[in-house]
């Protein structure tokens, strides 16, 4: 291997910026060249890239999102799209792909292996956490840190006007973010897509919300969840209640990436360029019992389920 292209895709997430580092820096010292194209699949179709110098890269280990920029690509959906980001990968003689992204990232590498046969590596990059193959994802643990930070503000206005607060966390259809910050803020009702029974132990305990008191709710952002519809469930049952939302939509991606995050993306980008040098093709780098190790693509992309510890934690605080 000569030659490898390195892009960030989907959401971006704290710590994509450590992995492009540790990447360079691993391709350096194993005399590989490694170019980075800019908004993910869109720079591939576009042959969009550029050089990737590892003493340039580690002034920005410590940052937030991607230098490459990210993007989500409706072009690479399509055939026509792929075949032409096949004529850039050609074009550059790139012989093996490395992409930091989440499932549907890994899902596009997928169809892309049907028309082309170099070697992809994935590391998964989001901070929802909802991937299978790994335990930790690549930003998740800031994002945690970041909605903590938040919320624990919230609270204490909450506790100083005995109000109900109702926190919309990020986490499209994933729980995690919620789970994490609401357990650790001591929160009094937290939802989850993932669960049906949370509603139910919320709405019994706001049955005896007596409004000289905090309430503090972490909801997650999802299709049937979101806050304003817990607000108004809520409103149902007690009309009387001072209650406020707060969405804390996007301060949760950005931000420096915690140590976590850092150490993570520093390992896990050394793991995808000597995953490549093994010859291993089509498999995310992922990290369980504090291991790296690797998972097939197709395994990746499978539904992810929130485990059982963490179920049976929600069910206890529930109560
Ligand atoms: P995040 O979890 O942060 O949203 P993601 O990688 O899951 O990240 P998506 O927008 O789902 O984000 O996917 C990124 C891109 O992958 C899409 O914009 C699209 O270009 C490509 N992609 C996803 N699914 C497919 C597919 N089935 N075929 C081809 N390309 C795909």
Excluded: W
């Amino acid at each position: 291997i000569k030659h490898i292209g390195v892009f960030t895709s989907g959401g971006d997430s704290p710590g994509m910026n450590a992995a492009l580092y540790a990447i360079a820096k691993s391709a350096e010292v194993n005399d590989i060249k490694v170019s980075g194209f800019l908004k993910g699949y869109e720079g591939l179709i576009d042959g969009d890239l550029i050089p990737f110098k590892s003493h340039e890269l580690k002034k920005i280990t410590q940052k937030g999102g991607t230098i490459l920029k990210t993007a989500r690509s409706k072009r690479f959906l399509e055939l026509e799209g792929r075949k032409k980001a096949l004529q850039t990968l050609k074009a550059n003689k790139i012989d093996a792909l490395i992409a930091i992204g989440g499932d549907g990232t890994f899902r596009g590498l997928l169809a892309f292996s049907e028309i082309c046969d170099i070697p992809f590596i994935g590391i998964p990059g989001t901070i929802d956490n909802d991937i299978s193959g790994t335990d930790y994802t690549l930003g998740f643990d800031s994002a945690v840190n970041t909605a903590i930070e938040n919320i624990d503000k919230i609270k204490d206005t909450a506790e100083s006007h005995n109000r109900i607060f109702i926190v919309e966390v990020m986490g499209r259809d994933s729980g995690y973010i919620a789970i994490h910050s609401g357990l650790t803020t001591g929160a009094d009702a937290i939802l989850i897509p993932e669960s049906g029974k949370d509603f139910i132990y919320l709405l019994n305990k706001v049955k005896n919300y007596n409004n000289e008191e905090a309430f503090l709710v972490v909801v997650s952002e999802g299709d049937e969840l979101g806050a304003e519809l817990v607000a108004s469930k809520i409103k149902e049952i007690n009309s009387d209640v001072d209650l406020r939302i707060t969405r804390l939509v996007h301060v949760q991606r950005g931000g420096n990436p915690s140590a976590f995050d850092r150490m993570l993306g520093i390992r896990m980008g050394v793991a995808a360029i000597e995953s490549l040098l093994q010859g291993k093709k089509n498999v995310m780098v992922g990290i369980s019992h504090n291991q790296l190790h690797l998972t097939s693509f197709k395994e990746v992309v499978k539904q992810h389920q929130v485990n059982n510890e963490l179920y049976e934690l929600l069910e206890l605080f529930g109560k």
